[in-house]
């Protein structure tokens, strides 16, 4: 990962809820919060919630004494997701999963959506899901599969590849799609200390009215949008053009449809 990977920020949060959290992460936050609710927790803390995709769900789908604390690593994030959620029983809060600023053993579930990829060292943010989980609490979280498995993403990638031939930008392959590999994600959840744990795949078909918005949401909704502006010409207008034209030519020029596939993670916190 490059430091501008985790950057959710200028005009990246507002493209971001607008289009791609209906494009990718809104079925995946469904499919969350309905495992959350089946834990049944009185005390939930959500990291990286970014728009609040997932807090919403929560919000929807949790009874209305649950206490739900939603924090991000990214103020701007966080803006967007407050205002489209002004509900007084969230807390949310600025912080880094890595580092939260909270008691030991405070929460009954930790949940986290496509945010483990963005972790530096991820030992350490589960270390830290676990150190402020209860005895016996729950890690619930979902990353991406390979970007191959992901059609939108892997078609804008290859876009930018032919655009960009000498230098890609290969943010999509090396963060949000880079951290898929099971045993590892097992691995390193035992490494922090968590027992029972199982990953399973679950696929989503993503749908857009037209090619034109994956290209705008990938090119200009994510940090991939600050990779294509770093390199110059064409510029992000023409490259996100070029997105759009690979997208019609594979889908078609109407609305469109494609495959994507994340592993959702549980994991327990030790008694
Ligand atoms: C792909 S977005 C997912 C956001 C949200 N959960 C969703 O489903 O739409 C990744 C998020 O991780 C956040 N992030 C990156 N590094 C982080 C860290 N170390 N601690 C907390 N959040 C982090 C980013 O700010 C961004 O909001």
């Known amino acids: 990962m490059v430091a501008t990977d985790k950057a959710f920020t200028g005009s990246v949060p507002q493209v971001y809820e607008r289009l791609l959290v209906p494009l990718i992460f809104a079925p995946y936050a ?10 049944g927790p009185r005390r939930l803390l959500e ?44 807390e ?13 053993a ?14 530096p060292d991820r030992v350490k943010g589960y270390a830290e899901a676990r150190r402020v989980l209860a005895p016996g609490g729950r890690l619930l979280f979902n990353v991406w599969d390979r970007i191959e498995e992901n059609e939108f993403p892997d078609t804008v990638s290859q876009a930018l590849a032919q655009v960009f031939p000498h230098d890609p930008p290969r943010f999509m ?16 959840l035992q490494r922090a200390g968590f027992t029972d744990i199982a990953v399973e795949a679950v696929d989503h078909v993503s749908r857009a009215p037209s090619p034109r918005e994956p290209a705008v949401a990938f090119c ?13 010409a064409p510029g992000l207008e023409a490259a996100t053009d070029m997105a759009e034209q690979a997208l019609a030519q594979r889908f078609g020029g109407g609305a ?14 030790p008694q």
């Open 30 to 39: 469904r499919d969350l919060a309905a495992r959350i609710a089946q834990v």
């Open 47 to 90: 990291t990286a919630a970014g728009t609040g995709v997932v807090t919403r769900a929560c919000a929807a789908q949790l009874p209305a004494d649950v206490a739900i604390t939603a924090t991000d690593l990214n103020e701007p994030m966080l803006a967007v997701a407050k205002a489209a959620l002004p509900d007084p029983r969230i």
């Open 92 to 104: 949310w809060r600025q912080a880094d999963a890595l580092a939260l600023p909270f008691d030991d």
């Open 106 to 119: 405070s929460f009954d579930v930790v949940a986290c959506q496509f945010g483990a990829m963005f972790f």
């Open 173 to 188: 392959a090396r963060t949000p799609h880079g951290y898929h590999d099971r045993d590892l994600i097992r691995s390193d």
């Open 220 to 232: 200009q909704g994510t940090p991939m949008r600050s990779e294509i502006e770093a390199r110059g």
């Open 256 to 269: 469109i449809e494609g495959r994507i596939r994340a592993l959702v993670v549980s994991a327990t916190a």
